[in-house]
């Protein structure tokens, strides 16, 4: 993506969830963008922070919760439990994603193969599944043959 289509996305991405385009939440959007892998709200703050020496981390929190909460960035659940936030450009149609623990980066995973398990579960309990939360951790391709590159998270 180059700086004009990433600066028109921004735009018309915030302006569809309804949300006023200011300059601290865009660089938060901004932020998460440049990046290939995921971050923790911390790392979002500090980076954030280079632009705009006045925001605050309450006001990162709050925007990447707006903007998860539009479907526009994607939460990863580290196996640790701590909440890390991705800008997948793949957009907010239902996919799943293949984190590596390593060095972050992620990996879209469009075919949804759970639909077959929900029916199987569907049939074993006689219930209703209105969604599900799948997510894979791993180590990528690339971690597995530099075991050099990794670093620890
Ligand atoms: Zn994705
Ligand atoms: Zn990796
Ligand atoms: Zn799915």
Same mark, same amino acid.
């Given at each position: ?29 901004? +932020? ?21 020496? %006045? ?16 479907? +526009?960035?994607? %939460? ?78």
């Amino acid at each position: 993506m180059n700086q004009d289509t990433m600066n028109r996305g921004f735009s018309a991405i915030m302006k569809e969830l309804g949300l006023k385009e200011t300059p601290k939440r865009r660089a938060v959007l901004e +932020v998460l963008a440049e990046q290939h892998g995921f971050l923790s709200p911390e790392e979002v703050w500090r980076a954030a922070r280079v632009r705009f020496k %006045t925001i605050g981390l309450p006001t990162v929190y709050r925007n990447l919760e707006e903007l998860a909460a539009g479907g +526009v960035i994607s %939460t990863i659940i580290h196996p640790s439990r701590q909440l890390y936030y991705y800008f997948c450009t793949t957009g907010s149609g239902h996919h799943h994603h293949f984190i590596c623990t390593s060095c972050r980066r992620v990996e879209d995973i469009p075919e949804c193969t759970v639909a077959a398990m929900e029916q199987d579960i569907i049939t074993r309990t006689g219930g209703r599944i209105t969604s599900h939360i799948v997510q894979f951790n791993g180590l990528c391709r690339h971690c597995l043959t530099d075991p050099n590159k990794r670093i620890t998270t």
